[in-house]
């Protein structure tokens, strides 16, 4: 079971912290993601971490504002958010998957969050 928790009304220009919390499995074994979905379109990669935190992608527009990371002892992957744009509004879901690598590909991810609203005023 995947939770976020995080999610809120910030200003453009401003920051939040997402933080997705793991339970019932051994976290460090699965990649984490994070994904959103914007009402009226699909729902898009945002960055990805591999299970052992040595490396990410992120999307190319969310390269240098946001920063995926993790914390296996806590079970949990975190996604700062920094310069948010009206345009980053969306419901965020993380998702795990297992295996070595980061993964950009929501097809690979078994489980997947509830999602958390971050709404970005201008």
């Known amino acids: 079971q995947l939770v976020e928790s995080g999610g809120g009304l910030v200003q453009a220009g401003g920051s939040l912290r997402l933080s997705c919390a793991a339970s019932?499995?051994?976290?460090?074994?699965?990649?984490g993601g994070w994904f959103r979905q914007a009402p009226g379109k699909e729902r898009e990669f945002v960055a990805t971490?591999?299970?052992?935190?040595?490396?990410?992608s992120y999307a190319d527009s969310v390269k240098g504002r946001f920063t995926i990371s993790r914390d296996n002892a806590k079970n949990t992957v975190y996604l700062q958010m920094n310069s948010l744009k009206p345009e980053d509004t969306a419901v965020y879901y993380c998702?795990?998957?297992?295996?070595?690598?980061?993964?950009?590909?929501?097809?690979?991810?078994?489980?997947w969050g509830q999602g958390t609203q971050v709404t970005v005023s201008s």
């Open positions: 998702a795990a998957a297992f295996g070595v690598l980061e993964y950009r590909d929501a097809g690979v991810y078994s489980y």
């Open positions: 019932g499995r051994t976290f460090s074994n699965y990649a």
């Open positions: 971490i591999a299970r052992s935190g040595g490396s990410t």
